[in-house]
């Protein structure tokens, strides 16, 4: 066993990995500057230039790196990482465009001069520069975007990328948010051009003017804030110190609790404290003055010498309380100077000796081993600690950030920032603007990720920056471990246990602290342990990546996981370890199942593959792994699986091994199936079952055959799809004897068997075919039941059954989150609603509607996602929202024209037709007959009994006669056994 934080590492000379702000600026026009005047005269302007970037750039913390001709580069960041690095590097071109506006023009240049600027920001790898590449040469994306925005930027222009200031932008003005397209780069990037500085002083009003993560919780806090205040009212001081790690949402607790406060009997000040060169002695106390300049004594207190003027500032507050009760709040007292320190106390001194009804609130960060504390601190301060959203308010802040996200999504947002509400606030806003291209969106696996926003990188690094070597050692062989880190393995690389002091100072400073298993830790957010990582050099990480797969599989008592394995030995680039291991955690994850995890497996094992391409055996591993990948794309499906699923299937047909051919085909038919696109997935199967029996695999031809089935069944073919059922239906039978198999393909088959008769009314015996399918997977939580579940809801809502479909929706939603299937997690949510709508007119049944018609959009859709359409139809319709309305017509009519799914298509065309009335009468009339024709293709009685009562109800809405009408709808509900309906169909009758 070694202690990492002893050890030299032999890639040293390879350089550093920094997360850095770097600024290009280049003088506009220069080469024809160069022609227009004198050599002598430009070298006298180039000189001055560059002493202006000499000058300027040091002042923000930044390093000018290379001067080349009249254009420069700079590095903030190096060598002290600070969270306010992009803005530094702002404001220094804020200054160097300014300063060159007014040098004096080269004689004979008669334009004003202006450079053009580019900064972004990222990790590079610096290494020493020499007199060619300058101080230090940068290697990586980040400085060739910044160049490339500079050679974007116009004359005059300063251009930033979005995910350098984050929250940080709010000290300027800046242009709309621009997406650029830049020279080298695929994706567009995320711009603005900053204008100049702006109004705004603190973060919390950026984040009110971008969307303010929701007030939740802090109910406990709330109540010691009110106790403190009602102390200080009753002429009894209090000073309370609000203590928490960046992000964790001090100021938003503040400002709920201070507009609370301005509505009690007490004047409310406010101030903030910041770590930059705009920072004065006293600043917020200067700041809290300057609203009360009507005041004689305050403006002469603003222009005495700094020592009066404190006891001055003194004398105006206790005076103010005297008036009117006074509530002081300072933010980011962590950056406060002495003199505001000293205020402080001195202020809570007088307060308590003249009994002031006052009370002062600060809110801090916690110190840092090593950090000097001020001789006037806080200290005399009563401390509210302040911790992360528990897990059920992170939620509930994520859901009102992104109310329409995928929810399995939102669950990994929640899990990657770790309660910590500034970053659930940029995840959410990096997901919102996913469509720009310049957003990231959180991993459901293992693998490191960059977060888009290199402000969030350098406030961690900044944190990080504050401990010492030992304890960054210790930090650093965590973040390579993982997220979740054995306590056992961190102690075999460093030699430091749980309990070790350097460990838990970890825990103190918010990095990594004791998980609920006993014997592990974890990092507290995803994002921090995300950025140690990504500041690990390559062949550092790839390092501890070995060794760690090593103690693994050294360690016997310590039973390894395959998918932890996987993914230790894919960082190592270990390939083909990899590639074992990922597979078999592929197959774990399927057997539970755990879909997501079942596929992000096979696909971390197709990658290994593809560093084993010039392998033997290459092509009959990746279809083998296709296969599996496949089997979890079924029940989850998104259009991103079929390349997977075509890729194995060109193998396959380059092979010309028939058996390969059949399963690959049948893979590909059966995910475009799951997809909702029966149309394409038809010729795949027929490919497939014609190569099956070429090899008669008795097994491989009933599958296919019942594939064929269901496709036919999606596609309305009734007459062929309960043919092929049949067929299949009696092989899985037989195989279905065979002890320890889950029936999973005969469930699936009655099922869809069961669809078919429910939709030509065949209720009763639907049911016989449900309890079958039931009988076979009832408790076990598979995928499957969650389908089986999801069929029997939407043929008990067709019958009118709205109790029992309600059952089996929530049966469906449930296992379908069990099981991470957002498909049929999705439809249950949607029968459900649907369900409850018609039973009692639900209020909440539409916006449960939109939201699982939105989680599956991004894929597609899905299979029978006309419902969706068509129940979102009906009750926008009757939400008297006719726009909206229309649109999901046009959905599901689309889905019907492409012989895809007629399910939802004469619901849909109902709802056009009431939405024609009462002046559209041919409107109406057509889409009743196009109700009527997707009913008819389907022979779905239910279908036409409903278009039949569609018929009376506008018939009597325009005083016409419409016994024809009911007599029909009656006579099919009662023949149907549609109770419900026929009760409906009665009262109608009744009212005309």
């Given amino acids: 066993m070694t202690d990492v934080s002893e050890q030299a590492p032999a890639y040293a000379g390879l350089g550093q990995r920094r997360n850095l702000a770097i600024l290009f600026a280049d003088l506009s026009e220069s080469t024809r500057l160069a022609e227009s005047v004198e050599a002598e005269h430009y070298a006298l302007m180039l000189a001055e230039l560059r002493a202006l970037y000499h000058q300027v750039v040091p ?72 007199e060619v590449r300058g101080r230090f040469e940068l290697l990586g994306n980040a400085p060739n975007i910044a160049a490339r925005l500079s050679d974007a930027a116009r004359a005059g222009e300063i251009l930033v990328s979005e995910e350098t200031l984050g929250l940080h932008g709010h000290f300027f003005s800046m242009s709309e948010r621009q997406s650029l397209q830049l020279r080298g780069r695929a994706a567009p990037l995320a711009a603005f051009a900053v204008t100049g500085r702006a109004a705004i002083g603190r973060r919390f009003e950026a984040s009110v003017q ?41 100021t938003r607790l503040t400002e709920e609790f201070l507009r609370r406060a301005a509505g009690r009997q007490c004047q409310v000040h406010r101030g903030y404290c910041e770590a930059y060169l705009s920072a004065e002695p006293l600043q917020p106390f200067l700041q809290m003055l300057a609203a009360l300049t009507d005041m004689p004594e305050v403006r002469q207190a603003s222009e005495l010498p700094p020592k009066a003027r404190l006891q001055a500032l003194l004398e105006v507050l206790a005076a103010q309380a005297l008036k009117v009760p006074q509530l002081l709040f300072i933010d980011d007292l962590q950056w406060a100077d002495d003199a505001t320190l000293q205020l402080l106390h001195r202020l809570m001194a007088l307060a308590q000796q003249r009994a002031l009804p006052l009370m002062l609130l600060t809110a801090t960060r916690p110190r840092a081993p090593g950090d000097v504390i001020p001789v006037a601190s806080d200290s005399e301060a009563a401390v509210l600690e302040l911790h992360p959203f528990s897990d059920e ?46 957003a990231a969106t959180p991993r459901r696996s293992n693998e490191t990720q960059q977060p888009g926003n290199a402000w969030l990188s350098a406030l961690v690094e900044s944190r990080m920056s504050r401990l010492d070597a030992e304890h960054k050692a210790v930090l650093r062989a965590a973040a390579v471990i993982g997220n979740v880190i054995p306590a056992w393995l961190l102690q075999r690389l460093t030699g430091r246990g749980a309990d070790d002091p350097a460990v838990l100072a970890l825990a103190e400073q918010d990095f990594v602290f004791p998980d609920q298993r006993a014997g ?12 140690v990582y990504e500041a690990i050099g390559l062949h550092e990480r790839q390092q501890m990546h070995r060794r760690i797969a090593a103690e693994l599989r050294a360690n016997e008592a310590q039973v ?32 539970v199942p755990s879909l997501d995890r079942a596929k992000k497996q096979y696909r971390a094992a197709l990658a290994a593959l593809e560093h084993l391409a010039g392998d033997d055996h290459y092509r009959l591993r990746w279809i083998s792994v296709a296969y599996r990948f496949g089997m979890a794309c079924v029940f989850d499906a998104s259009r991103a699986d079929l390349r997977v699923l075509q890729h194995a299937a060109e193998l396959a047909r380059g092979s010309e091994d028939a058996a390969l051919i059949a399963r690959a085909e049948y893979w590909l038919g059966y995910v475009s199936y799951a997809l909702g696109e029966a149309r394409d997935g038809l010729p795949h199967c027929e490919r497939g079952l014609a190569a099956a029996e070429r090899i008669a695999d008795a097994g491989l031809v009933a599958q296919l055959r019942g594939t064929l089935g269901q496709l036919r069944a999606a596609a309305a073919d009734y007459a062929p799809a309960l043919t092929l059922l049949d067929e299949a239906i009696l092989v899985q039978r037989e195989q279905a004897r065979r002890p320890g198999r889950l029936a999973v393909g005969l469930a699936y088959s009655l099922a869809c068997r069961a669809q078919v008769l429910g939709d030509q009314g065949r209720f009763a015996d639907a049911q016989v075919e449900f309890d079958e399918a039931m009988s076979l997977i009832r408790g076990s939580n598979h995928a499957v039941e969650a389908s089986v579940q999801g069929w029997r809801a939407a043929v008990y809502l067709w019958q009118g059954r709205w109790t029992e479909a309600q059952a089996a929706a929530a049966e469906a939603h449930r296992i379908g989150g ?23 007119l639900d209020p909440e049944a539409l916006l449960k509607l939109q939201d699982a018609t939105t989680w599956l959009a991004p894929r597609g859709g899905g299979l029978f996602s006309s419902l969706n359409h068509g129940w979102l139809a009906e009750v926008l319709e009757a939400h008297e929202r006719p726009m909206a309305a229309r649109r999901h017509v046009a959905q599901a009519l689309r889905r019907g024209r492409r012989h895809d799914d007629w399910f939802g298509v004469a619901m849909a065309c109902r709802a056009a037709a009431r939405l024609a009335l009462p002046h559209e009468a041919s409107i109406s009339a057509r889409y009743l007959a196009l109700a009527r024709a997707a009913a008819q293709r389907r022979g779905a009685g239910h279908d036409l009994a409903l278009t039949d009562l569609c018929e009376a109800e506008i018939a009597i809405a325009r005083g016409q006669a419409a016994t024809r009408w009911l007599d029909a709808a009656e006579g099919r509900f009662e023949q149907l056994d549609m109770a419900w309906h026929l009760a409906k169909a009665r009262e109608l009758r009744a009212k005309a």
């Avoid at 919780?217 to 960046?246: I, K, T, V």
Wanted: hydrophobic content about 45%; glycine content about 12%.
């Fill in 210 to 250: 971008r969307g303010l993560t929701p007030f939740i919780g802090r109910e406990r806090e709330l109540a010691r804030l009110d106790a403190a205040l009602d102390e200080a009212l009753a002429a009894r001081p209090h000073w309370l110190s609000l203590r928490a790690g960046a992000g964790v949402g001090k």
């Fill in 818 to 840: 069990l099981v991470r299937s957002l498909f049929t997690f999705s439809m249950g949510h949607a029968a459900g609603a649907y369900g409850a709508w018609m039973a009692q």
């Fill in 59 to 130: 002042k923000h913390g930044g390093q000018v790196i290379r001067i080349q001709g009249d254009g420069m580069l700079a590095i903030f960041g190096h060598p002290e990482a600070r969270e306010d690095d992009g803005r530094r590097a702002v404001e220094s071109a804020l200054e160097l465009h300014e300063a060159v506006r007014r040098m004096r023009p080269p004689a004979g240049w008669m334009q004003s001069l202006n450079l053009h600027s580019g900064i972004h920001a990222g990790l590079v790898l610096m290494h020493e520069g020499d």
């Fill in 393 to 438: 308010e992170a939620t509930q802040a994520v859901q009102q950030l992104l109310p329409r996200t995928d929810p399995f999504v939102a669950v990994e947002v929640q899990r990657h920032a770790g309660g910590n509400a500034l970053f659930i606030e940029e995840l959410c806003h990096a997901l919102a603007n996913e469509a720009s291209g310049s």
């Fill in 520 to 531: 592990h830790l974890r990092f507290k957010h995803g994002i921090t342990r995300d950025i």
């Fill in 560 to 591: 390894a996981a395959h998918e932890l394995l996987a993914y230790h030995d894919g960082a190592a680039g270990d390939w083909a370890n990899a590639f074992e291991h990922a597979q078999q955690a592929g197959d774990q994850a399927l057997a």
